[in-house]
Every structure is written in structure tokens, then in C-alpha cells.
């Protein structure tokens, strides 16, 4: 089965820079999508198909895939980034896979 | 607007098999590219895909969960239901139903644009 690979979690400053990483065999040749999840809250759609935003998402989620890991890069970082964050792929063995979660954690 | 929402059993005993309903507005199952799944979250862990069926009635299901799932439709085509035999106290999860869409040719690929609230299913004798 296809496993992708997150930190558990990640600590960032206000305004400084997140990266939140996620592995998986040559997963630079999937389309990867990125969730944010609130506590007690459905995940919302960041970042699709590697490096797109939905409308409504700020400028400052972006996406990018190589290799054998994704990044989610949230610049300029505010206290309401603060969530859970999932990164999803679709495998031609495994079908739909989330990654473990990364909790990002605004210091 | 693209809403869906769950319904169904808040409780189940082990043993049983759970019947859960998605109930969405603002698209058709019949689009060209259209999904709707079942997605899962025990409480503090991870998410976990369970199912989904497309509007060419592709139906596809998590390979470790593939014997105890059937996804279906309603004859309205406004409802997706999900059910899973053998339900244990591991099957304890928040259930969310979910939306897809692509245009490209490539549905299986897409991302889960839109999400219903979830349900909190508890099994327990």
C-alpha cells in the first residue's frame, strides 16, 4: 500500500515561514492536494493538484512537488493558520491516501 | 452553493451494520466528473478514505475496508449512502462525506473540494 509520510508536527513564529513536508514514493509524479483541519471543524481544501489554490484561499498557502516529497508553504504565518494539516494522493493500488497529519503549532 | 451533510446513528453495537446518508444540494451526481465519498477521523487520529462513487457508477473502496463497505445512490440522485457490516469500537469515527470534481478527464485524482460537517458514529454495547 501507498504511505505518505508527514511530521507530527511543526512550530512556527508569527510571520516567519511554515514548511510542512510530505513523503511518499516518487510522489513528485502525483497530484497532490493539501487539507487544513480545525479542531472540531471538517477540513477545508488549501492547496490542489500540487500548487492551485481554491478561490477564497490567501496567496499565502502555496504547494509544490518533487521527487519524492511535497511541501506546503504557508508565508507570513498567523495565529489563525493554526490547525491540522493533511495531505491526500490518489495511488493506482492504494486508490484515495491521506497522509498521518502535520499539527501546526503558531508560537 | 455545493452543501452535503450526513445523517444516520449516533450509536451502534458491535456487530451491527451501520447505514449512513449523505444528503447534498448545489450539484448532480449525473455531472461529468462528479464524486461523492466517505472519508473517516477517529477521534485525535488521522484521516482515513473509506469510499467513493463516481457519476459514471465507478464505485471504489479502501482495500483494507473493501469486504464490510457498499456505497450507493438514491433514485433522487440526491443522496449517497454508505454502509459498513461488522462495525467494532475501532469503527468509532467522525464520518464525512465529501464532493469531488474534475473536468479534466483524470476524476480519480481529484481533490475534496467540499465537505459535509461529519458525524460522530460510537460503537458500543
Known amino acids: 500500500s501507498y504511505v505518505l509520510t508527514q511530521p507530527p508536527s511543526v512550530s512556527v513564529a508569527p510571520g516567519q515561514t511554515a514548511r510542512i513536508t510530505c513523503g511518499g514514493d516518487?510522489?513528485?509524479?502525483?497530484?497532490v492536494h493539501w487539507y487544513q483541519q480545525k479542531p472540531g471543524q471538517a477540513p477545508v481544501l488549501v492547496v490542489y493538484?500540487?500548487?492551485d489554490r481554491p478561490s477564497g484561499i490567501p496567496e499565502r498557502f502555496s504547494g509544490s512537488n518533487s521527487g519524492n516529497t511535497a511541501t506546503l508553504t504557508i508565508s507570513r504565518v498567523e495565529a489563525g493558520d493554526e490547525a491540522d494539516y493533511y495531505c491526500?494522493?490518489?495511488?493506482?493500488?492504494?486508490?484515495?491516501?491521506f497522509g498521518g497529519g502535520t499539527k501546526l503549532t503558531v508560537l | 452553493q455545493i452543501t452535503l451533510k450526513e445523517s444516520g446513528p449516533t450509536l451502534v453495537k458491535p456487530t451491527q451494520t451501520l447505514t449512513l446518508t449523505c444528503t447534498f444540494s448545489?450539484?448532480?451526481?449525473?455531472?461529468?466528473?462528479?464524486?461523492v465519498g466517505w472519508i473517516r477521523q477517529p477521534p485525535g487520529k488521522a484521516l482515513e478514505w473509506l469510499a467513493v462513487?463516481?457519476?459514471?457508477?465507478?464505485?471504489r473502496y479502501s482495500p483494507s475496508l473493501k469486504s464490510r463497505l457498499t456505497i450507493t445512490t438514491d433514485t433522487s440522485e440526491t443522496q449517497v449512502v454508505l454502509t459498513m457490516t461488522k462495525m467494532d469500537p475501532v469503527d468509532t469515527a467522525t464520518y464525512f462525506c465529501?464532493?469531488?470534481?474534475?473536468?479534466?478527464?483524470?476524476?480519480?485524482?481529484?481533490?475534496?473540494?467540499?465537505w459535509g460537517q461529519g458525524t460522530l458514529v460510537t460503537v458500543s454495547s
Open positions: 465529501a464532493h469531488s470534481y474534475d473536468n479534466s478527464g483524470y476524476y480519480l485524482t481529484a481533490s475534496w473540494g467540499y
Open positions: 448545489g450539484f448532480s451526481l449525473s455531472t461529468s466528473g462528479v464524486g
Open positions: 462513487i463516481y457519476w459514471n457508477g465507478d464505485e
Open positions: 516518487n510522489i513528485g509524479s502525483k497530484s
Open positions: 493538484d500540487d500548487s
Open positions: 491526500q494522493v490518489w495511488d493506482s493500488n492504494s486508490d484515495q491516501v
